[in-house]
């Protein structure tokens, strides 16, 4: 069965093929570089991370453009309020965005495109509106696109405009929610703004046209699959499909992918409200970044998330859970021989995952699979049902997993040392809770260095040298490694 997605376009759950052979041409609306990322940012590009690495285990070709957004009202305004330029205020919090993106083994597009890369394009775009009568000029050297010449307006967010006000205009980029109105394509320049000289005249672009030309520059004038937050639905994609459709005259995107807003202990995230989070702010509240990723991962993309604490905790079990699994297998010793039974449950899982997936990408249906597998394998394990040769089978649907979902390799100490190594740098060593500072401590030791001292452990057991062997024991503690004796020998794990 094919993947089957919803196209916010059509309205319906429709099979999906990609316009050229087996290449996928994606697009996802990037951050706004204006702050540090929050969870409910992170929620969608974690939703663009799955599909994206779905695609690929999939056996599609992948061509994934991101932007980022690094000029806009509300970085000028912070910026002139710092007294620096737009570039030297969003460069930290480009890096602090990758960051956070690799913290949650979010993975690279092929581009990611600054928009501030790509002035001069957009103004050339905004010239072919123009030549094209979808523009104008207004006398202070603004550019805005007339509506009333695109009849489709209102085609993706599904909203009649039907009687609207030619010629009334907004030069805000996100505008009231049901009205349609002539939006800005280019803003002229303000004294102490950012601005740059074009063949259109001087100014800065909207953040609709910067969408429309980065996508089209890398991807071809139509192209497979645009994905972004509910939010963007209109005006900003809306928009995106007028300016481009209009240009060219082609079908702008085959499928319009939006992600579902997510919600925290059931109220819209705000900063007034105090439920706002980054990724930064969980870390050092003591939150492992695997758990975070579970979370945001586990509930489907078309549903709402309500992320709340309570939920985290069950997320790091989760985690947990299947860490462990994976750690039984690899360390237990198993009779010789296979079970038919055990390699059929490992088929089944894996079939499962992938229909689960396919299935509008229910990552809670794939969870749900796995999960099954876990619980029935452990309790064979449990009465010695498992093989040698089952356990390649049962390794390879948790690879399988984990080309999807990365929560299994066990990093997290490593990530949450940078985490603070940051804060020490930005003053806020008072944010970093102890159970932060604790899982920190456990990445200052390489896992060449903790088998080395396990090895040393388990010969200073064999000779009775039980000083030395408790001595390892606590040094390895210290740093947050804990040794389990099982009926195979010792293991070691973070904590
Ligand atoms: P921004 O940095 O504001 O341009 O947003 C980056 C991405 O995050 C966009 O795709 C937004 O739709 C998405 N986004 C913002 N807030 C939320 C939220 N609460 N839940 C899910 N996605 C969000
Ligand atoms: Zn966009």
Redesign the pocket.
């Known amino acids: 069965m094919p993947l089957q997605l919803f196209n916010t376009l059509s309205g319906k759950v429709e099979e999906f093929h990609p316009l050229e052979d087996d290449l996928v041409r994606m697009y996802?609306?990037?951050?706004?570089v204006y702050d540090y990322?929050?969870i409910?940012?992170f929620?969608?590009?974690i939703v663009v991370d799955t599909l994206r690495r779905f695609l690929k285990q999939s056996g599609y070709k992948l061509k994934h453009v991101m932007n980022i957004?690094d000029v806009d009202d509300k970085i000028i305004r912070n910026a002139a309020a710092l007294g620096v330029s737009v570039q030297d205020y969003t460069k930290k919090y480009k890096q602090a965005f990758l960051e956070d993106a690799d913290a949650l083994n979010i993975q690279h597009p092929e581009f990611l495109v600054n928009a501030t890369d790509h002035i001069q394009e957009m103004a050339h775009f905004i010239a072919g509106l123009v030549e094209k009568g979808y523009a104008y000029r207004t006398d202070d050297g603004s550019y805005y696109f007339r509506i009333a010449k695109f009849p489709e307006y209102g085609k993706l967010s599904k909203k009649d405009f039907a009687g609207m006000n030619d010629g009334a205009r907004v030069d805000v980029d996100e505008y009231d929610k049901d009205n349609a109105r002539d939006f800005a394509l280019w803003k002229a320049p303000k004294p102490g703004e950012a601005q740059w000289e074009t063949e259109i005249g001087p100014g800065r672009p909207g953040w609709h046209i910067e969408c429309s030309q980065m996508s089209m520059k890398y991807l071809g004038e139509s192209f497979d699959i645009h994905a972004?937050?509910?939010?963007?639905i209109f005006p900003h994609h809306e928009n995106e499909i007028a300016q481009s459709e209009a240009l060219t005259g082609k079908p702008f995107v085959h499928v319009w992918v939006h992600?579902?807003?997510?919600?925290v202990e059931g109220e819209?995230?705000a900063k007034s409200a105090g439920n706002f989070f980054t990724v930064r702010d969980l870390i050092l509240m003591g939150h492992k970044p695997s758990s975070i990723r579970f979370l945001l991962m586990s509930v489907p993309y078309r549903k709402q998330l309500n992320f709340t604490f309570d939920g985290l905790t069950q997320a790091a079990n989760s985690v947990e859970r299947l860490r462990n699994f994976k750690l039984r297998l690899q360390t237990s010793q198993f009779a010789d021989g296979g079970n038919v039974i055990i390699a059929e449950i490992a088929e089944r899982t894996s079939a499962e995952m992938r229909a689960g997936l396919d299935d509008d990408l229910n990552t809670a249906r794939a969870l749900g699979a796995v999960f099954d597998m876990v619980r029935d394998v452990n309790a064979a394990a449990d009465a010695g049902e498992v093989r040698k040769a089952n356990v390649p089978q049962l390794l390879r649907v948790l690879e399988e997993f984990e080309e999807i979902f990365a929560v299994l390799k066990d990093d997290d100490a490593a990530k949450v040392r940078a985490t603070v190594e940051w804060a020490k740098t930005e003053g806020l060593e008072n944010k970093i809770s102890p159970q932060t500072a604790e899982l920190a401590k456990a990445a200052a030791l390489s896992d060449a260095d903790v088998e080395q001292l396990v090895a040393e452990h388990s010969q200073a057991r064999k000779t009775r040298d039980f000083a030395r062997s408790d001595a390892i024991r606590a040094q390895l503690a210290e740093n947050g490694i804990i040794l389990e004796n099982t009926k195979d020998g010792v293991r070691w794990r973070r904590k």
């Open positions: 996802a609306c990037g951050p706004t990322g929050h409910g940012n929620r969608t590009f957004t972004g937050g509910e939010d963007l992600a579902r807003f997510l919600l819209k995230m």
